[in-house]
């Protein structure tokens, strides 16, 4: 196999591949290629090697010994050659292999192992020749190819000062969306009226990514980073010495629920690491990374106890970090453990490094738990820290840094080898080679510059959701509020209020919920109060009444589901399913044979009942199978004397058993009619039907099991007590009300009673339950519309600051042409993809979308005749 860097020459049999170096060729540099130069000085050994995008050369090579020549390294720039070193180079790769091995390195994560190899391949397939090695060189020279090239893209490459003068934060993408005061908002935005100053809110993410580990392979004095803090990283030589000093402090756990953000900070895998990951704030709308918002942790998201409160080190130091470049009258901040972290934040900041201080005293700060993990939390933290429930924040869902680990996460196995400079720096390189900090911070330009380019796109999909949901839940709203009094609307309007000023919860039942653990609960503290008073109705010290009947009625409850999945074997099942079915057969059968024994106990009628059931079945039949054994509970001894007490412990616990099974009656409901909803909506093909297809059918199963638990729980309460109280289920009763009613809005057609008794309460009317569900219902479609009303407000607003957008001039205008052709090519940049974007939201009449004059020609484009401009943007 022969490589496109050489030639073919006919040796009378065949063609075979020969090198131009061999064919006598010499690349001349200094002149151009008509001019002769009469003093070449040829290179060390006259071997030069260059790595270019078709594979690995060995050239030869004479530099340009005049007395006007420029010294080596510079001649090979003029040709576009990077030299792996600025003193006697021997090696150099071409800048279209580094500018493709760069967007490789973004889009598919290739290392420069991998890729160097390739090229080396490529070269020569058969290994017969052999390849120069020169990888370390590559590595060197992709390191610094990079690092300069993110330099020139923060505009520091006509710098007076120079690379040195590179302020924090200075090489950072900034996200064009979010509120930058004196480059996107409005004059006076600060005074802005209360109605409208959350349009200009800032909206941040906390996360951290476990998968990005870094082993204690190097040091900072062995391998140190270049950028000290100018990038998405922040300043690592005072993170490290703060969090050094608060080391060793002992941690206090979380009063939620157990986080192992939180709890396990201090016993996660940390053995041989030097950073357990990376913790990030993000702008939680837009999904860039902040400026100075990237930070290692130790020990997960470590915190620690302190004299005055407790102190989220890692966290707390990546979110002051990153907000002290902005200034905001309202912050919404989103983390996992937001309800835990939030505690005495501001308390902690005074405790912290001056420079880290904020102005807090005339901003509203909300907290928020991400949309996806809210779930885990205790029912207060769902109400009180819920994007759905709290007005001025949209359909922002607090998720950004999740989207964007994935392509991170890709980088993870090159980056963990890395010494902490390199890792810091530049791409997925393997080694600890390199002197450059932040590895990262390269891919995390790359990502906010994607974002960049891409909020065209984004913001006009989001805005046309928007608008069409907006109608949507409007229109669902105006139609609940049709079948409700106006006196309630009102009354429930300034409830609302009420509780989005204080966080008083509306959208809970106000009827107190009835479970069956709880009654259980409930039974086993009236024992125990009786044995106090030294009443004593047990006859066994292990096994209660209570007990003896919660333990029948479970028991029944695994006969259904035994039954259930014999009904549903397939006609030949596999050995795996029969070996399943036997076991599950076996252990109700000796779970059946323990309690009976106590069950003789209490009720001794039921030795004869057995007896009597034996002698009338045949022979074959002897054998009852587990599922079939009658279980003689009091309900089904309607004929016969039995205990008052074991009666009324069975009508408690019947009583509960049904209230859950419409409980999880209704959730199923839900469920099933999300899901067909979804699948409807979202998704196309055979194969993937059936898999929404058998997931509905597993709800439909779940949803029997519970109509079947309420009927047999309703059979037992007729036969316990004459005074029914509760109704019949039949087949029509099931049917769904609330958020996924298909086909109808919420609360046009009849309520099902099954919505209406659910909680247990007797001490409401009717009337009563009927008003607190629609209330219930009527919260969640106000919240709903209220949220879409806000997400169109906030987009036509991120709009606007991205096209009032303002050029500045520079302080001192100087007549370098190189500023002045960079100032110009990245303002045409910035009006190409502003004329872009406008073509994409004309459907949007309310946007007024305007340019400074100053810098705009007659084609709208920037004009010849302005000042020069810096901006700090991707190119």
């Given at each position: 196999m022969h490589s496109a860097?050489?030639?073919?020459?006919?040796?009378?049999?065949?063609?075979?591949?020969?090198?131009?170096?061999?064919?006598?060729?010499?690349?001349?540099?200094?002149?151009?290629?008509?001019?002769?130069?009469?003093?070449?000085?040829?290179?060390?050994?006259?071997?030069?090697?260059?790595?270019?995008?078709?594979?690995?050369?060995?050239?030869?090579?004479?530099?340009?010994?005049?007395?006007?020549?420029?010294?080596?390294?510079?001649?090979?720039?003029?040709?576009?050659?990077?030299?792996?070193?600025?003193?006697?180079?021997?090696?150099?790769?071409?800048?279209?292999?580094?500018?493709?091995?760069?967007?490789?390195?973004?889009?598919?994560?290739?290392?420069?192992?991998?890729?160097?190899?390739?090229?080396?391949?490529?070269?020569?397939?058969?290994?017969l020749s052999p390849i120069r090695d020169r990888y370390s060189a590559?590595?060197?020279?992709?390191?610094?190819?990079?690092?300069?090239?993110?330099?020139?893209?923060?505009?520091?490459?006509?710098?007076?000062?120079?690379?040195?003068?590179?302020?924090?934060?200075?090489?950072?993408?900034?996200?064009?969306?979010?509120?930058?005061?004196?480059?996107?908002?409005?004059?006076?935005?600060?005074?802005?009226?209360?109605?409208?100053?959350?349009?200009?809110?800032?909206?941040?993410?906390?996360?951290?990514?476990?998968?990005?580990?870094?082993?204690?392979?190097?040091?900072?004095q062995m391998d140190p980073g270049l950028n000290a803090g100018w990038a998405y990283f922040m300043e690592e030589r005072t993170y490290k010495s703060y969090l050094s000093e608060q080391a060793g402090e002992r941690q206090e756990c979380s009063t939620c629920v157990s986080h192992n953000a939180v709890n396990m900070a201090d016993t996660k895998s940390s053995r041989g690491l030097a950073a357990t990951g990376i913790g990030t704030v993000d702008c939680a709308r837009h999904e860039f990374k902040l400026p100075n918002g990237v930070g290692?942790?130790?020990?997960?998201?470590?915190?620690?106890?302190?004299?005055?409160?407790?102190?989220?080190?890692?966290?707390?130091?990546?979110?002051?970090?990153?907000?002290?470049?902005?200034?905001?009258?309202?912050?919404?901040?989103?983390?996992?453990?937001?309800?835990?972290?939030?505690?005495?934040?501001?308390?902690?900041?005074?405790?912290?490094?001056?420079?880290?201080?904020?102005?807090?005293?005339?901003?509203?700060?909300?907290?928020?738990?991400?949309?996806?993990?809210?779930?885990?939390?205790?029912?207060?933290?769902?109400?009180?820290?819920?994007?759905?429930?709290?007005?001025?924040?949209?359909?922002?869902?607090?998720?950004?840094?999740e989207r964007g680990w994935a392509n991170a996460n890709r980088i993870a196995s090159s980056t963990k080898e890395m010494g902490p400079g390199t890792r810091h720096d530049m791409g997925p390189l393997q080694g600890t080679f390199g002197n450059f900090r932040h590895t990262l911070d390269d891919h995390f330009g790359d990502w906010n510059w994607k974002k960049t380019t891409t909020l065209g796109?984004?913001?006009?999909?989001?805005?046309?959701?928007?608008?069409?949901?907006?109608?949507?839940?409007?229109?669902?709203?105006?139609?609940?509020?049709?079948?409700?009094?106006?006196?309630?609307?009102?009354?429930?309007?300034?409830?609302?209020?009420?509780?989005?000023?204080?966080?008083?919860?509306?959208?809970?039942?106000?009827?107190?919920?009835?479970?069956?653990?709880?009654?259980?609960?409930?039974?086993?503290?009236?024992?125990?109060?009786?044995?106090?008073?030294?009443?004593?109705?047990?006859?066994?010290?292990?096994?209660?009444?209570?007990?003896?009947?919660?333990?029948?009625?479970?028991?029944?409850?695994?006969?259904?589901?035994l039954k259930h999945n014999i009904a549903n074997l397939s006609l030949h099942p596999t050995d795996k399913q029969r070996e399943a079915i036997i076991h599950r057969t076996s252990a109700l059968q000796r779970r059946i044979n323990a309690w009976t024994c106590y069950q003789q106990l209490y009720m001794p009628v039921v030795s004869m009942l057995h007896s009597l059931a034996d002698m009338s079945v045949s022979a074959p039949q002897a054998a009852l199978r587990p599922q079939d054994f009658p279980l003689y509970l009091p309900s089904a001894l309607n004929y016969l004397n039995c205990d008052r007490h074991l009666m009324e412990y069975e009508w408690e616990l019947q009583w509960a058993q049904a209230h859950d099974a419409l409980n999880k009656l209704c959730s199923h409901l839900h469920l099933r009619s999300h899901m067909y909803k979804f699948k409807d909506k979202h998704l196309r093909g055979q194969a993937a039907s059936t898999r929404a297809q058998n997931l509905i059918a597993s709800v439909k199963v779940k949803k029997d099991a519970a109509v079947d638990k309420y009927k047999c729980a309703h059979q037992a309460l007729e036969s316990l007590s004459s005074q029914e109280r509760l109704r019949p289920l039949r087949h029509e009763d099931a049917q769904p009300m609330g958020d996924f009613a298909a086909g109808h809005s919420q609360n046009t057609g009849t309520i099902s009673w099954i919505w209406l008794v659910s909680d247990g309460d007797t001490s409401h009317s009717e009337k009563e339950r009927v008003q607190d569900c629609v209330r219930i219902e009527w919260c969640k479609a106000r919240a709903r519309a209220a949220r879409w009303f806000e997400e169109v407000e906030l987009l036509a607003e991120e709009m606007r600051q991205q096209e009032h957008a303002v050029l500045c001039p520079l302080e001192k205008i100087t007549q370098q042409e190189g500023l002045r052709a960079y100032a110009y090519h990245q303002a045409t940049l910035r009006f190409a993809m502003r004329n872009s974007f406008q073509a994409r939201w004309n459907f949007i009449p309310q946007l007024n979308l305007v340019v400074s004059e100053s810098v705009v020609d007659d084609d709208g484009g920037p004009s010849i005749d302005a000042p020069p401009v810096v901006i700090e943007f991707e190119e």
């Open positions: 860097n050489t030639a073919q020459e006919w040796n009378g049999s065949f063609f075979q591949c020969i090198k131009l170096k061999t064919l006598g060729l010499y690349i001349q540099l200094g002149h151009t290629p008509s001019d002769r130069c009469f003093n070449p000085c040829p290179s060390k050994a006259n071997n030069f090697v260059v790595i270019d995008i078709n594979g690995i050369h060995e050239v030869a090579l004479d530099f340009c010994g005049c007395n006007t020549a420029q010294v080596h390294y510079k001649q090979l720039l003029q040709v576009q050659w990077y030299p792996a070193t600025m003193t006697d180079p021997q090696t150099a790769a071409t800048f279209n292999v580094l500018e493709h091995f760069h967007l490789l390195s973004y889009e598919s994560k290739i290392s420069a192992y991998e890729f160097f190899h390739g090229l080396a391949r490529h070269t020569d397939n058969t290994r590559f590595m060197w020279m992709v390191h610094e190819w990079w690092n300069l090239r993110q330099l020139r893209c923060g505009g520091r490459g006509h710098d007076p000062g120079g690379i040195a003068e590179t302020k924090a934060s200075e090489l950072v993408v900034l996200c064009p969306a979010c509120p930058h005061p004196g480059k996107n908002l409005p004059s006076n935005w600060e005074h802005s009226p209360p109605g409208t100053r959350w349009l200009y809110a800032l909206f941040i993410t906390i996360d951290a990514n476990f998968h990005l580990k870094w082993k204690a392979v190097s040091s900072d290692d942790l130790q020990k997960g998201e470590r915190y620690v106890f302190c004299i005055f409160s407790i102190q989220y080190l890692n966290m707390d130091y990546l979110v002051f970090s990153a907000l002290v470049g902005f200034t905001v009258t309202m912050l919404n901040i989103s983390y996992n453990i937001a309800c835990q972290w939030s505690k005495k934040l501001w308390n902690r900041m005074d405790h912290m490094l001056t420079h880290l201080h904020i102005p807090h005293d005339n901003m509203l700060v909300q907290y928020f738990v991400p949309k996806f993990h809210i779930a885990a939390h205790i029912a207060a933290c769902q109400v009180n820290f819920s994007w759905n429930l709290t007005k001025w924040v949209g359909r922002t869902d607090g998720e950004a840094p796109r984004t913001l006009k999909r989001k805005m046309e959701e928007a608008t069409k949901w907006e109608r949507e839940h409007c229109a669902a709203l105006c139609n609940l509020e049709a079948t409700v009094q106006p006196a309630l609307l009102e009354e429930w309007e300034l409830e609302v209020q009420t509780w989005e000023e204080d966080n008083t919860c509306q959208i809970e039942s106000k009827v107190a919920p009835i479970t069956q653990a709880a009654v259980r609960l409930q039974l086993t503290e009236s024992e125990a109060q009786d044995l106090q008073a030294g009443i004593n109705h047990s006859l066994d010290i292990d096994v209660s009444p209570s007990v003896l009947i919660s333990g029948g009625i479970e028991l029944e409850d695994m006969q259904q589901r």
